[in-house]
């Protein structure tokens, strides 16, 4: 079984940075793209940046130039550098992968998620 474990989560004043965390354990064969969500509470669970295997990164717009997403391959971990946040960047943020298995047989799995709060 495939676990993700999102960390680095916490209280900060806007303007201030956060860098979260999602490693990857269990036993599969390899990890294809690795993502992060968030959702605010009673909103819908949105996009906010992707990684490819080799390295080719996707944000959302109203992230782009505050977020960094990258990604330890040998540690299977991938780190969400969060700076210049926001109040509206204030939700749970969640942790995606898409990991191989079997070497023919990919699934998706989800961390169960890190809380971001960013207020005054």
């Known amino acids: 079984q495939v676990q993700l474990v999102e960390s680095g989560g916490g209280l900060v004043q806007p303007g201030e940075s956060l860098r979260l965390s999602c490693a990857a354990s269990g036993s599969f064969f390899s990890i294809d793209n690795m993502d992060w969500y968030r959702q605010a509470p009673g909103k819908e669970r949105e996009f906010v940046a992707a990684i490819t295997s080799d390295g080719s990164t996707n944000y959302v717009y109203s992230v782009k130039g505050r977020f960094t997403i990258s990604r330890d391959n040998a540690n299977n971990t991938v780190y969400l550098q969060m700076n210049s946040l926001k109040p509206a960047d204030t939700p749970v943020y969640y942790c995606?992968?898409?990991?191989?298995?079997?070497?023919?047989?990919?699934?998706?799995?989800w961390g169960k998620g890190t809380l971001v709060t960013v207020s005054s």
């Open positions: 995606n992968a898409v990991v191989y298995v079997r070497a023919d047989y990919a699934m998706n799995f």
